[in-house]
């Protein structure tokens, strides 16, 4: 259930934490996990698995993007920036270091709520889907991806990836050679309106890109049709 969801904040503003804590109570939230440094949020990842992680850029004893990046060492769980710091770079820094969604200071607690909401909701559809049998496997010359197990093999080497990364990628293989703009492959796999729509979908495709060993000058594996969109072509071999 969506409600039971383990949620970690990590911020260093006491106020900050103590409203979306009592924000996320009243919405039916209970498990939940504040920090305001980043040993405290490293050192409670450690002791338990969390199914989304709220996380500012500027804390006292570190930069945000960097304990990102860390996080993304331990889990795929969806992380949510939330900062004061608003301009187009932060954003995008924010979203190329793993993180799956960006809110700017001053917000509503009510907002940040939907969007815990809209997250958890997609990786649980995601999660139900990835069962089905027809899903089991897709099978590449170069890559194979189990979507029920969350694993990607690259030339026989496990690949991490986070979990919009998997969803994007398994986009892709249940519609091998289609051409989908970018605006298309947003609503249908981010699912709603939040910042930088077409530069969300560029990162994580040129995440994607290079751990599936896709060539990023000239790419062969998911294509970029100048003007058009993107297309999947299945490497040689697949089954």
Not at 64 to 89: E, N, Y
């Amino acid at each position: 259930m969506i409600d039971d969801a383990n949620i970690l904040i990590v911020d260093d503003e006491v106020g900050i934490l103590k409203m979306l804590e009592i924000t996320l109570k009243k919405e039916h939230f209970t498990r939940i996990t504040t920090s305001s440094t980043k040993e405290k949020a490293l050192q409670a990842l450690a002791e338990q698995d969390f199914d989304i992680i709220l996380l500012d850029v500027m804390l006292p004893d570190g930069d945000g993007f960097a304990l990102c990046s860390s996080i993304r060492q331990q889990t795929t769980a969806p992380i949510l920036f939330i900062s004061a710091r608003s301009s187009d770079f932060d954003k995008l820094t924010g979203l190329s270091v793993g993180g799956d969604d960006y809110i700017t200071k001053p917000f509503n607690p009510l907002e940040v709520v939907a969007r815990i909401r809209a997250i958890l909701r997609r990786q649980h559809v995601y999660e139900k889907k990835t069962v089905q049998p027809e899903m089991k496997s897709y099978v590449y010359e170069t890559f194979t991806f189990f979507p029920d197990e969350a694993l990607l093999i690259v030339h026989g080497e496990t690949v991490q990836a986070t979990a919009k990364e998997l969803e994007l990628l398994q986009f892709f293989c249940k519609n091998p050679n289609r051409v989908f703009t970018t605006s298309q492959i947003y609503e249908l796999v981010w699912g709603e309106d939040v910042f930088g729509e077409e530069k969300t979908v560029t990162i994580h495709i040129a995440k994607l890109r290079k751990k599936l060993g896709d060539n990023t000058r000239k790419p062969s594996i998911i294509v970029n049709l100048r003007g058009i969109g993107y297309k999947f072509i299945p490497p040689t071999g697949d089954t």
